[in-house]
């Protein structure tokens, strides 16, 4: 493995699968492959028909401009694919270091900002690619599955996108087909007929009459591993009792075959090995020692590997491999059989394995199939923090839902601390107050293990959600950055904290030699969303003083802060670009101002209770910027808005006397006209979709509201933009900037 972007990436998930002597060559379907020119190659099938046999043959044609990647379940999460899938595109030709560095931080809306760049970034290539997905049927997530779908329909002209799967992939297949832009292979074409199956017999050093040959063609109906199997069942000793019954497709069948024909002529040492590491999805000689308590174990993959029996090398070096997919479903259901009770513990030492030798997230995944919480948690609670910054706020949520599915949450109170602060930053309140309680409710237990950093913590998680008021948040913060480890970045945020409490208080004085050091702290400990709050906090009292010089440098800094580390969609860069948006009204600049107002306002869905101060300061900002742009209809929304978050949380300082004062001047001007900045955080959740090919069905299914309210949303849309239709929409939006920069 090595490092490209914001985590490990496999190296082997970035190659095709080596095309090892004996494969039988599936000449007349990679010829029709191709000879085609259709965008969208779509290869579906169960288990065992050489999918991703036919697609390496396919990609070896088309070398070397071949992107793949194989996906695995850790790719359910839309940074993480596509994170992959742009490093795939770029080492075929180097593409913009923009379109990965904008992958690595919360994103607003994957589907409609990162996919369209990424298509872009192919669009401007030399010459065309062909971009290979295989094993799509891991995907699970929903994002994911829409990124998969809009980049096929996004895909520039002379491209391909080849697509492997179990299960009928997540495409527009309608469309596709009726515009002629898809091919699509099935199990009909996948089946081996009698020529390709006593060719692979015969490369698996199986002599057969012909009659023998049809007859197993009949048995497995031409299902390539099924005759696999059996070439490997006869090498072994020769088939027993004939084996009449036809199983392709069917697991039950072919596992009852392989226990009976091939397990059964190999050695009980053989077989435990194969059973017992079909725990791991990558295997190599020293990790299987570790589990199988035993040595020797690089040998036996190689061994095992040499005869081929379904183990598919991973490296050049032949250090790492996995079992082809279907061998170790089979082998797991053996295992299960045989020695249930050895499940947990194989995984357990996995698990310590895999923390020991730098391999913290396989390491969470065994010790989650061992039931070992307490290295589950341990391992979360340092990987979750840099993934969430990562723009990883799938995996974190899916490693935070393990406990919570577990009934652990409570019991493990620092989880739920960053569980809670990853809600109250991505605009989910509901979230972050029920983790934060239960948080809480954990200080209330005398034996709590682990005091100090929960009560570090809880201390925190409290100075960001500031449900009691202001002096106690600024208490709060002191008392976390007081308890906090001195390398922890976290001491920056709660930095940053104590001086957001002296600025909403109006303590002009004390808090900005706070902000100067929370960003200094941030520069030295990480944090880059941190650090440009914190300048743009210091901007804002600048413009306080009327020091507009001061304020505008300091703006300006935020800004490149923030873009330097790729940070555009963090809830704090909308404070960010109000900042720049004021300063540059301040200068007549108008057409920068509004800008960096409408990237501010598509961020306004992240300004919820769960960060009052944060964003009632950012909302009283942006109003201001609407009032001197003469958008009385836009600060009308904001305030509203604002006054939402207050009625929660009233106590914040001098925030609420400005509002008031705000709210006065809008009293003496005009209604304004309706336009884009009057888009309620409802709509403004909704437009990244309309770009998207999703039905309003499908976009209710996503915001989990029904068809109707979303058609109601998207013509408030269509009516407040000036437009008629959903493409119009789709070009005004662009031209605005609400869909990112």
Not at 393 to 416: K, M, N
């Amino acid at each position: 493995m090595r490092r490209r972007g914001p985590f490990e990436l496999v190296e082997s998930k970035l190659r095709p699968p080596s095309l090892r002597p004996g494969i039988v060559p599936r000449t007349a379907l990679v010829d029709r492959l191709a000879a085609g020119t259709a965008p969208i190659i779509s290869v579906v099938a169960p288990a065992g028909y050489g999918k991703t046999t036919l697609l390496a043959q396919w990609a070896r044609r088309k070398a070397p401009r071949v992107a793949w990647v194989s996906v695995d379940q850790h790719d359910n999460d839309p940074a993480v694919l596509l994170t992959y899938l742009a490093t795939a595109v770029d080492r075929v030709e180097p593409i913009d270091p923009r379109v990965l560095a904008a992958l690595a931080g919360p994103r607003v809306s994957v589907t409609a900002t990162a996919v369209p760049r990424i298509a872009a970034a192919i669009a401007a290539m030399t010459r065309p690619l062909a971009l290979v997905l295989d094993n799509l049927e891991l995907l699970g997530n929903l994002q994911c599955l829409d990124a998969i779908a809009e980049l096929a329909v996004q895909l520039p002209a002379g491209s391909q996108l080849a697509l492997g799967s179990r299960a009928r992939p997540p495409l527009p297949a309608g469309l596709l087909r009726a515009q002629g832009r898809m091919v699509e292979v099935g199990v009909r074409e996948l089946t081996m007929g009698h020529a390709e199956a006593r060719t692979l017999l015969e490369e698996a050093e199986v002599r057969l009459a012909e009659a023998e040959v049809a007859e197993l063609v009949g048995r497995t109906e031409g299902w390539p591993v099924g005759l696999y199997l059996a070439a490997l069942a006869r090498k072994a000793g020769g088939a027993r009792g004939g084996a009449r019954a036809g199983f392709a497709g069917n697991h039950r069948l072919v596992a009852d075959y392989l226990r009976a024909q091939l397990l059964a002529r190999l050695s009980p040492r053989t077989v435990s090995f194969l059973t017992r590491t079909a725990v791991l999805d990558r295997m190599c000689g020293p990790l299987c020692d570790a589990v199988l308590d035993a040595r020797g174990s690089a040998g036996v993959l190689a061994s095992l590997e040499a005869s081929n029996l379904l183990v598919v090398p991973l490296d050049r070096r032949r250090e790492w491999y996995r079992y082809h997919h279907l061998l170790r479903d089979l082998l797991t259901a053996e295992l299960d059989r045989r020695e249930p009770e050895l499940v947990p513990r194989l995984h357990a030492r996995a698990a310590a394995w895999c923390e020991a030798n730098d391999l913290p997230e396989a390491a969470v995944d065994h010790a989650q199939a061992a039931g070992d919480a307490d290295r589950v948690a341990g391992l979360v609670e340092k990987l979750a923090p840099a993934a969430y910054a990562a723009g990883r706020s799938e995996t974190v949520r899916r490693w935070l839902g393990w406990f919570e599915d577990q009934g652990l949450i409570e019991r493990y109170p620092l989880i739920a601390c960053v569980g809670a602060e990853a809600g109250a930053l991505l605009g989910q309140p509901a979230a972050a107050e029920r983790l934060a309680a239960a948080a809480e409710r954990a200080l209330g237990e005398e034996t709590l293990p682990r005091r100090e950093p929960v009560e570090a913590g809880v201390a925190l998680l409290r100075a960001l959600m500031c449900r009691d008021g202001v002096e106690r948040a600024r208490a709060d913060a002191r008392s976390a950055w007081d308890r906090l480890d001195p390398a922890d970045p976290a001491r920056g945020l709660a930095r940053l904290l104590e001086g957001i409490s002296y600025l909403v208080d109006g303590d002009a004085e004390r808090a900005d030699p706070i902000l100067a050091h929370a960003v200094d702290v941030q520069a030295h400990l990480g944090g880059t969303p941190r650090a440009a709050a914190a300048t743009a906090a210091r901007s804002l009292l600048a413009i306080e003083r009327q020091d507009w010089d001061e304020a505008g440098a300091l703006a300006a800094r935020a800004l490149g802060t923030m873009r330097a580390g790729a940070s555009d969609d963090d809830i704090t860069s909308a404070l960010v670009h109000t900042v720049v948006a004021r300063t540059a009204l301040h200068r007549g600049d108008v057409a920068r101002a509004r800008e960096h107002v409408a990237l501010a306002a598509r961020l306004r869905p992240l300004l919820t209770y769960a960060v009052p101060h944060l964003a009632v300061q950012t909302l009283l900002e942006l109003a201001r910027a609407y009032l001197a742009l003469d958008d009385a209809a836009g600060a009308r929304m904001v305030l509203r808005q604002a006054r939402d978050v207050l009625q929660r949380r009233p106590d914040l300082g001098t925030l609420p006397v400005q509002a008031e004062r705000l709210q006065g001047r809008l009293g003496t001007i005009g209604g304004g006209t309706v336009g884009p900045s009057s888009l309620t955080t409802a709509e403004l959740r909704l437009i990244p979709l309309l770009s998207t090919h999703l039905s309003f069905r499908e976009i209710g299914g996503r915001l989990l509201v029904s068809r109707h309210t979303v058609k109601s949303q998207a013509m408030s849309i269509y009516r407040k933009l000036g437009v008629s239709s959903r493409s119009e929409a789709i070009v005004r939006v662009e031209e605005l900037g609400l869909l990112g920069s």
